[in-house]
Every structure is written in structure tokens, then in C-alpha cells.
């Protein structure tokens, strides 16, 4: 979501007449993007920002910017007491302070002459459509598409509502509209957004559902070449038998599911208030992959949330064995401030414990993944290339794969058949069918794509 929002604030200051710096020395604007779901990424947004204070004392003319789920959807009164040198406060997916602030600046002439040159770029343009960042136009294979914005589901460890406020649902006009232009700027793969992606359209009275929308944009992707469709976070409660048969049914959209589980404990999972049980996870993986052939299956863990027991972290490392999913996203908890775990719970398990848990599911993980993708050994699979990286090719199969080839024919974003003639945890390599495979297995992609 934040490189989405990202995305649409250069899109914004590139109508003002800016342009992306080369290098940090050379901008004017800096903007700092911020994530809080973790301490970790609020520590190191705060770091950067100090940074940018010191540029500020030399150069005060300079403007710095802070956006996204620090700043929130509330009056950040407390960040600018904290940061006086910050110009403007944007809150996640609104980029209008910066466009004001800078507006602002400018002279009666360079106002009028904006507002023609602006007003003759609306009236060409419909709600929902993006102009890509120059340097990303005819550059990127694959783009993000809020659809829902915000979250009304309060996991007690989440801060998201409290940051990003409730569940706010675009329009199939708007979403349309925005995967039409990015179609237009050669983007071949799309990927619809939201906190909980399937509860799209639940804030609308007798609104569409996720799989009406994926039928729309599925003709949409087959009018205008967008090859491959994805969508993510879901939710355990919100996937449906009828988003995984529209899943299933439409060709472009890809069996990659992302579905977080968060722990295998049921004890665990009420104190997060998520509202399922493990043995319900169970059988949504169960029809999951029933409903969808050669499926992708990837989630989320939680490790040393309040509480939690050696047993019970080992109810999480069980699941995990038994299902052998195709991804893991770990994370150690750290309380979140104005969260529900944060004000009534302790946060109890040390952090060398939850070091060792989280060991403990990377190993497990990457010999179950190791596992899986040794099946595609000697398999052709389709890659569509997203660029040219150490003299070889990269892309994706449509489980998110990552896959690595040589050729010296121009690949980025299209589809191509590859032989997979190596695999690993973390990628796989192969051939064009009919070409020589390599015999050796490059050390620094295995750590580049881990």
C-alpha cells in the first residue's frame, strides 16, 4: 500500500513541474514514507528523519515531508512538536498537503499558469486514473491498485485502524479507470490492495464483492493486455467459496492466495481477537486447495505475542509442518502504541525467546519450500519477466515463484516458457527450452533472491 501511495504522490509532484533526484544530494523535496506496523519500521523512519534534520539546519529552503501510517488519519499534534522541522504531515494515501504546501510557494503567474496546464490534465483524465513517474512509465511489469482503503477489523496487536482509519471502499469505476491507464503505461501485472482485500465493498450498502470486481477487471486485463491479476491481504473469515471459484474460473487470475494465520494456537488467536480457530484454517487451506489447481498458499505468523507458551509456539510450528505453505512472512511481536495488546496485556515473552521461535519457523520453512519447489524440477513453467538483474533474467510464475534465466533476447514484461533445471528455497533457475542449461549456480543470486 505504501508504494502505491508513493507512487501517486510523485505522480502529483511531477504535475507541479518536479522530477525525481538522481541522488539524495540533488533533491529539494524529501518525503519519508512511513510503515508503524512494527517498532522496528517506526525506529528507522525516525532515524531517516534525523537525517533530514541535519540537512535542514544547513539548507532550511529544502522541504521535508513525512507520510503514511506514522502521521496517520488524525492531527498529528503530537509529530509536530516531536519534528518542528517538518514542512508537511500527509496522511496514508493523501498527497494533497504536499501539492498545497508547494503550490503555496509559488508565485501568482506559476499558480495560474499550474491551474490551466492542471485543469487541461483533468478534463483529459477520468476519477481513478494515474499518470506513472516518469521514471517508471514503460519501465515497470507490475503495479499495486488500492481498492480499499483503511481496516474496521481490530486485531488486538494491529494498529492500522487506529492508523489508517475505517474501511473505505473505491468505486469499480475509479479501480477500473486506474488499471485501465496503468495498462496504457505497458504494466502487464496488477496487484488489487487492501488491509482485508475480500471485505471489499462490505462499507457499501448492496455493494459489489472482491469476485464481482475480479470479473470486471478480468475483462478489463483481457481488453487492454494486463497478463496477470493478483490480489492480497485476505482474511481467514472473508474467503469464501465464491472468491475461490471466480479464483479458480477466470484464466488471468493467478492461484496465489495470501491468507494469514498468525499463530496455530486457538488460545493465541482469540487473545488476538482474529476469529477463527486453527482447525478452521485447516479446512479453508483444505478447500483452497481443492477449489484452485496448483495453488500458492502464503501467510503470516506472529511469534512471542503475549503469553505465549512454548507449547503454544509449538502449535504454531506444527501447523506450519502439516501444511506446508508455500510462504511464511514472520515477524517477533512488539507492542504497538493505542492497540489492544499494547494497553492490557504484557508484553512477557523475552526478546532472545522470540529470536529462537522465529529460528525455529525460518529453518522449518525453508525445507518445506525447498520441498515444494523441487517438484517443479525439470517442469516448463510460464515467467513473466520483470527485469534484467546480474545477467540474467527474473520473473515470476503465477504462484509468485521467482524464477531466473539467461537469454540474450529482450524478455522484460513478457511471458515466456522456462525449463526449471535448478530450484531452492527461495528461487529457482532454468532454460528457454531448446538452449544450453547452466551448470552452475550463481552464489550471490542465491543470496540476492533469499
Known amino acids: 500500500m505504501n508504494m502505491a501511495d508513493s507512487q501517486l504522490l510523485a505522480s502529483e509532484l511531477e504535475k507541479l513541474g518536479h522530477h525525481e533526484a538522481s541522488n539524495p544530494e540533488q533533491a529539494d523535496i524529501y518525503v519519508v514514507n512511513t510503515c508503524v506496523v512494527r517498532q522496528s519500521a517506526e525506529d528507522k523512519a525516525f532515524g531517516r528523519l534525523e537525517l533530514l534534520n541535519a540537512i535542514k539546519r544547513e539548507q532550511p529552503d529544502k522541504v521535508i515531508g513525512v507520510m503514511g501510517c506514522l502521521v496517520g488519519v488524525r492531527d498529528p499534534l503530537h509529530l509536530r512538536k516531536r519534528l518542528p522541522y517538518v514542512d508537511v504531515f500527509m496522511a496514508p494515501s493523501e498527497p494533497k498537503p504536499m501539492v498545497d504546501f508547494l503550490t503555496g510557494r509559488m508565485s501568482e503567474t506559476e499558480v495560474l499558469a499550474l491551474d490551466n496546464d492542471l485543469r487541461q490534465q483533468r478534463d483529459q483524465m477520468q476519477d481513478g486514473e494515474l499518470i506513472l513517474p516518469l521514471s517508471e512509465q514503460q519501465n515497470l511489469v507490475s503495479a499495486h491498485v488500492p481498492i480499499v482503503y483503511g481496516c474496521s477489523h481490530a486485531c488486538t496487536f494491529c494498529i492500522i485502524p487506529f492508523r489508517r482509519g475505517v474501511e473505505r471502499s473505491r468505486s469499480v469505476g475509479e479501480i477500473v479507470a486506474h488499471v485501465r491507464s496503468l495498462a496504457r503505461q505497458g504494466i502487464k501485472e496488477i496487484t488489487l490492495l487492501g488491509q482485508i482485500v475480500d471485505r471489499y465493498g462490505k462499507d457499501i450498502a448492496d455493494g459489489p464483492e472482491l469476485a464481482d470486481l475480479l470479473h470486471i477487471v478480468h475483462e478489463v486485463a483481457e481488453e487492454t493486455g494486463v497478463e496477470r491479476i493478483r490480489f492480497l491481504t485476505s482474511h481467514p473469515n472473508w474467503m469464501t467459496d465464491r472468491l475461490l471459484d471466480t479464483v479458480a474460473e477466470l484464466p488471468r487470475v493467478m492461484p496465489h492466495i495470501e491468507v494469514p494465520i498468525q499463530a496455530g494456537d486457538d488460545t493465541v488467536l482469540e487473545n488476538m481477537k482474529r476469529g477463527y480457530t486453527s482447525e478452521q484454517y485447516r479446512r479453508l487451506i483444505e478447500r483452497i486447495r481443492a477449489r484452485i489447481p496448483e495453488v500458492a498458499i502464503h501467510t503470516d505468523i506472529i511469534v512471542g505475542f503475549p503469553g505465549e507458551t512454548h507449547e503454544q509456539f509449538m502449535r504454531t510450528h506444527d501447523i506450519l509442518e502439516e501444511l506446508k505453505l508455500d510462504k511464511v512472512h514472520l515477524a517477533r511481536y512488539s507492542p504497538r502504541p493505542n492497540t489492544v495488546s499494547d ?36 517442469r516448463t513453467v510460464q515467467v513473466l519477466v520483470e527485469e534484467h538483474h546480474k545477467g540474467k533474467w527474473r520473473g515470476r510464475t503465477p504462484q509468485n515463484k521467482l524464477v531466473f534465466f539467461e537469454d540474450e533476447a529482450n524478455w522484460k514484461g513478457k511471458l515466456v516458457d522456462v525449463e ?8 529457482m533457475q532454468g532454460r528457454l527450452p531448446g538452449s544450453a542449461a547452466s551448470s552452475t549456480v550463481d552464489e550471490e543470486l542465491m543470496v540476492f533472491a533469499s
Open 343 to 378: 494497553r492490557r496485556m504484557e508484553d512477557d515473552v523475552p526478546e532472545e525467546e522470540k529470536k529462537q521461535r522465529l529460528d525455529m519457523l525460518e529453518q522449518l520453512q525453508a525445507r518445506v519450500v525447498a520441498e515444494i519447489n523441487s517438484r517443479y524440477l525439470g
Open 420 to 427: 526449471i533445471t535448478w530450484t531452492g528455497p527461495w528461487s
